[in-house]
């Protein structure tokens, strides 16, 4: 069994510091390694958080050359699959920010490395331990609801729209639709055990992001700031997702599970400039269902807690690699989110709807 648990990071930008911030917290983790594309930016980093007994790297492969156990991957979006792949194969267990990818065939690719290695692949998806998230999830599966055939999630900020690394296509590969789309999906989906998505028609713009009146990075704006999706699911379901980083309007609306005996509403955590999305907190939930011939409504009490969910993200990934469990959110399982924001991005740029073929 590992005693210290040597944590190497990929991407030495705004995220890796939340991911050191939850190492540092840890006794049996010793952070030995940075590597960062930018020259310098790495030892900066370094220095920033006082790593003494890290080495800092230009090239991520050169890191990996190291004795590691695990790596967190903070790199923009585009950069997940090359430095992923490549980490996995060394034999280094992993731990991915979201989102998994930009298209499915990076996704296939890192899943395929993780199953050739015999290295883990999990992704960073820090909602899924707010215990709120797991009620939604338990009470979808309890029964409660009958079958449930219809399902609209997604996000709304009214004004939040990032810039830098987050906005350009060759570092981000898409905008909304994947920054914080992903976790609705992973919402939704995991409540509903990860079905199988078939098709997907999707539409996408960007007026606000290429606005200079909304965007001071107006010029360098180049992927989407709104979109919406209806995705067909085998077992005759069907899912609405809609996600904006900017709007003229409050809020996109619940989360919404119609099933044939009851219906779940889930409301976002506050409407503000950059709330109103399942990034971390619940609002309120309530339960529509008949009784007694009546129709009711029963408000389903959102549990306090104070977890922090970065740290509970990070304290998973190490008790896995020191225990050599299973991923805590395995790439396998994203896979199948990462498959429908393929499709959105391709349904988006042919106006049509697209099928979605998964590899498994
Ligand atoms: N889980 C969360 O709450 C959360 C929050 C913010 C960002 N993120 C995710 O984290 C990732 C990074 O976001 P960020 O805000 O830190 O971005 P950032 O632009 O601040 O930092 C990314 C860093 O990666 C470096 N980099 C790029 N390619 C590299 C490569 N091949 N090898 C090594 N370094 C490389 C860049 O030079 C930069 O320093 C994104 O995928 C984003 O979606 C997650």
Redesign the pocket.
């Given at each position: 069994m590992i005693k210290t648990v040597r944590i190497g990071i990929?991407?030495?930008?705004?995220?890796?510091h939340a991911h050191v911030n939850q190492y540092k917290k840890l006794p049996d983790v010793e952070i030995v390694g940075v590597?960062?594309?930018?020259p310098g930016?790495a030892k900066q980093f370094i220095e920033s958080q006082s790593l003494e007994n890290a080495q800092p790297f230009e090239d991520?492969r050169k890191m990996l050359e190291m004795d590691l156990d695990g790596v967190s991957i903070?790199?923009?979006?585009v950069?997940?699959h090359?430095?992923t792949v490549d980490a996995l194969r060394a034999g280094k267990q992993v731990l991915l920010?979201?989102?998994m990818s930009v298209t499915l065939d990076e996704a296939v690719d890192m899943v395929q490395a993780s199953r050739e290695s015999g290295s883990m692949l999990t992704i960073?998806f820090?909602p899924r331990y707010d215990p709120n998230m797991k009620l939604v999830q338990d009470i979808v599966q309890s029964g409660k609801l009958g079958k449930v055939y219809y399902v609209e999630t997604g996000g709304g900020r009214r004004r939040g729209m990032p810039g830098?690394?987050f906005i350009r296509k060759d570092l981000a590969g898409a905008g909304a639709m994947a920054?914080i789309g992903c976790y609705s999906l992973d919402m939704a989906l995991n409540a509903m055990g990860y079905p199988r998505p078939l098709t997907v028609s999707a539409y996408t713009s960007n007026h606000f992001g290429t606005n200079p009146l909304y965007h001071n990075e107006a010029d360098r704006f180049e992927v989407e700031d709104f979109g919406v999706a209806l995705v067909r699911f085998e077992n005759d379901l069907v899912l609405q997702f809609k996600i904006s980083w900017a709007m003229h309007m409050d809020s996109l609306g619940s989360t919404i599970f119609l099933g044939t005996d009851g219906g779940l509403k889930v409301e976002p955590h506050g409407t503000g400039n950059w709330s109103g999305v399942w990034?971390g907190k619940v609002g309120s939930m309530t339960l529509f269902h008949d009784f007694m011939g009546q129709q009711t409504s029963t408000p389903v009490p959102v549990i306090e807690h104070s977890k922090e969910l970065f740290f509970e993200k990070v304290r998973d990934f190490v008790d896995a690699v020191r225990d050599g469990l299973p991923a805590p959110i395995p790439g396998e399982q994203i896979l199948i989110q990462q498959a429908i924001i393929d499709g959105v991005l391709r349904s988006a740029d042919l106006k049509r709807e697209v099928s979605i073929e998964l590899p498994y």
């Open positions: 990929i991407g030495s930008g705004g995220i890796a590597a960062d594309v930018v930016k991520h903070c790199t923009p979006n950069s997940h090359l430095t920010e979201k989102p960073g820090q830098g690394t920054d990034d």
